[in-house]
T-cell receptor, first 111, second 119 residues
Framework: QQPVQSPQAVILREGEDAVINCSSSKALYSVHWYRQKHGEAPVFLMILLKGGEQKGHDKISASFNEKKQQSSLYLTASQLSYSGTYFCGTEGTGGSYIPTFGRGTSLIVHP | GAVVSQHPSRVICKSGTSVKIECRSLDFQATTMFWYRQFPKQSLMLMATSNEGSKATYEQGVEKDKFLINHASLTLSTLTVTSAHPEDSSFYIC???????????????FGPGTRLTVL
């Protein structure tokens, strides 16, 4: 089942913060986050495994609450380069380990 | 990060012809490769999962005879769209994963995608 992402779109000014949420109706083993620029393939950002991980690099971080079957991506002091569509991919605990992607969240950062 | 290449990046063909798309992992051995298609402003829709040396596992609704997948080696998978029609026009993206998932689940690395236009 496809995870649900919210919001669908975010418009920010440079320097503002944003949070993108990803929730699933099934028990999760891992959550992946990707960013895709228009006309390009998705680029891997990070993966979080069950156990309630938090990860981050630069000003982008994420958390994974396996009990709530939710993950959030935090973008701090956004830069113009952060613009794109963010997808979360979730792997269930059923053993197939095949990620299912959400519909994406479009992020636009203005100067 | 690991590099995955796709070839060609763009192809335009006539209706009824077959098109082959190659996906290569350049600096790692890909136990598993995934093929996706993506329509404009939509999510990645998984078409099939292929493991080296075995038959691909297709998602529900994806025609096996139309979308032929071959994962002949640990660094190469091919997708052939047979008898392509205009409705097959889309952005096809492959991804590769070093492991088979699970403990130490490995991230997927995506190829740059192939834009197919069928006239």
């Amino acid at each position: 089942q496809q995870p649900v992402q919210s919001p669908q779109a975010v418009i920010l000014r440079e320097g503002e913060d944003a949070v993108i949420n990803c929730s699933s109706s099934k028990a999760l083993y891992s959550v992946h986050w990707y960013r895709q620029k228009h006309g390009e393939a998705p680029v891997f950002l990070m993966i979080l495994l069950k156990g309630g991980e938090q990860k981050g690099h630069d000003k982008i971080s994420a958390s994974f609450n396996e009990k709530k079957q939710q993950s959030s991506l935090y973008l701090t002091a956004s830069q113009l380069s952060y613009s794109g569509t963010y997808f979360c991919g979730t792997e269930g605990t059923g053993g197939s380990y095949i990620p299912t992607f959400g519909r994406g969240t479009s992020l636009i950062v203005h100067p | 990060g690991a590099v995955v290449s796709q070839h060609p990046s763009r192809v335009i063909c006539k209706s009824g012809t077959s098109v082959k798309i190659e996906c290569r992992s350049l600096d790692f051995q890909a136990t598993t490769m995934f093929w996706y298609r993506q329509f404009p402003k939509q999510s990645l829709m998984l078409m099939a999962t292929s493991n080296e040396g075995s038959k691909a596992t297709y998602e529900q609704g994806v025609e096996k005879d139309k979308f032929l997948i071959n994962h002949a080696s640990l660094t190469l998978s091919t997708l052939t769209v047979t008898s392509a029609h205009p409705e097959d026009s889309s952005f096809y993206i492959c991804s590769a994963r070093e492991g088979s998932g699970g403990l130490g689940s490995n991230e997927q690395f995506f190829g740059p995608g192939t834009r197919l236009t069928v006239l």
